[in-house]
């Protein structure tokens, strides 16, 4: 028998937001931003200059993508139906419920009271809340309802790396903005939109619904948290393309944008919020590991994880501990780059983010193989991709490495990798040679 998750969480610690500054709530902008370029760069494993690897190519986004590709027929079915008109089946009152029940189980994502409960949540009533989307009519008593649930999906979507799901959400939202006259949902739903091309690699579609967004921005009470969404999705979308650009001016460029954007972002945001500090501290730190710059990346880590623990971000905490993982490699402190590893997938596992703690294993993993611990390597390796469900290139290059040849991969990392900008462009260039 299934034992279904109970309806409301046990302990609710912030108050719920009743209107479009929802998705900028501690979890919400939390996953939203901290999921986006961050998570799909860390699905790579780090090699001896594995940073590299985290602003490389990730598997991540095509197993999104085929997830998206495998739910679009559905979706699309259930999205024509209600442009239609179709039966309203459900009644207002229990629509409120369900939008109650979603955003207060979405306030508990990636925390430590309820973190796992609330996946557990999720994962049994994502059926109900899209039937929910399907069957509703939008009207102007029930747009905010079907707003909060959108607001908890995406979350949800973001959580679990589906960006094809993402991007039907967002496009369900427009229609509801445009069903009532709502420019606010109208600027949301585009600022959505964006973040789901940028996810599944579409960068001119992203900087096109961008725009969009700002184009119907309003200057209601929440226009500065959709400001600094924007200002950090820019960010991401310039990384995006410092990660396309080859060694030089160009992709120098890219990241001085990013960070532009993102200094922006910190300086503009609405007021005390330690879900945006993370957030954009994490990005921060990921500019500087792109500027070979520790030091300064780990000042920014050192925010991230403070203002995560006071917000009882677990996820966030997580993510922080992950990157000082990254920047400790850098520093030529292998040791000490695990024991932050071992630590942040530990904390992954105990909210139940199984894509935190694939990239965790990978890393220590991948890890062990340069050090020459192939068994040890192999059965971390393994653990990672059961977890994740797919084996990115790397981490196949590591496997084999580990399985068969009983030696290291061609890009045959340095015992102890010199990070210097000379050293970093030649590996670059092997990188290209052999992963094409």
């Not at 520790?294 to 006071?310: K, M």
């Not at 900008?421 to 030649?426: C, E, F, V």
Request: glycine share 6%.
């Amino acid at each position: 028998m299934t034992t279904e998750a109970p309806s409301a969480p046990p302990k609710v610690e912030e108050q719920q937001s009743r209107r479009r500054g929802g998705f900028f709530s501690r979890s919400a902008l939390a996953s939203g931003l901290l999921t986006g370029l961050l998570g799909d760069r860390l699905s790579e494993s780090l090699n001896s200059g594995g940073w590299i690897r985290v602003v490389g190519y990730t598997v991540a986004i095509a197993c999104a993508v085929i997830w998206a590709y495998y739910d679009i027929p559905i979706a699309l079915r259930a999205y024509r139906n209600w442009r239609r008109g179709g039966v309203v089946a459900v009644q207002a009152p229990e629509l409120h419920a369900a939008a109650e029940q979603a955003e207060s189980w979405m306030f508990q994502l990636g925390s430590g009271a309820a973190g796992m409960a609330a996946a557990e949540w999720f994962d049994l009533n994502e059926p109900r809340l899209r039937d929910l989307l399907d069957t509703e009519k939008a009207r102007d008593e029930t747009a905010d309802d079907l707003a909060r649930i959108c607001d908890a999906l995406e979350v949800w979507y973001l959580r679990r790396c589906e960006p094809g799901q993402l991007l039907l959400l967002s496009e369900f939202l427009a229609a509801v903005a445009d069903a009532v006259g709502r420019r606010d949902l109208a600027e949301l739903a585009a600022a959505r939109a964006a973040t789901a091309y940028r996810l599944m690699g579409d960068l001119d579609s992203a900087t096109t619904r961008l725009g969009i967004s700002d184009n119907v921005a309003t200057h209601s009470r929440t226009a500065a948290a959709l400001t600094t969404r924007r200002q950090v999705e820019r960010a991401l979308l310039h990384l995006e393309r410092a990660e396309q650009s080859p060694a030089g001016n160009d992709r120098d460029e890219a990241v001085l944008n990013a960070r532009d954007r993102l200094d922006d972002a910190r300086m503009n945001r609405p007021g005390p919020d330690l879900a945006a500090e993370v957030a954009i501290s994490i990005n921060l730190a990921i500019v500087h590991l792109y500027q070979q710059d520790p030091e300064n990346a780990l000042d920014h880590l050192g925010t991230a994880a403070a203002r995560a623990t006071a917000a009882g971000d677990i996820s966030g905490h997580a993510h922080a501990l992950e990157l000082h993982g990254v920047a400790a490699w850098m520093q030529r402190s292998p040791h000490e780059a695990k024991r932050w590893w071992k630590h942040a997938e530990h904390l992954y596992a105990e909210i139940d983010e199984p894509d935190g703690q694939a990239r965790c294993l990978q890393h220590l993993g991948s890890a062990a193989v340069v050090e020459g611990q192939l068994e040890e390597g192999r059965t971390l390796l393994e653990q990672s991709a059961l977890l994740r469900q797919s084996e990115s290139e790397l981490l196949t290059t590591y496997l084999e490495a580990a399985r068969e040849t009983r030696k290291l991969p061609e890009v045959e990392p340095d015992p102890v990798p010199r990070f210097t900008g000379g050293w970093i462009r030649r590996r670059i260039e092997r990188l290209r040679e052999h992963f094409g």
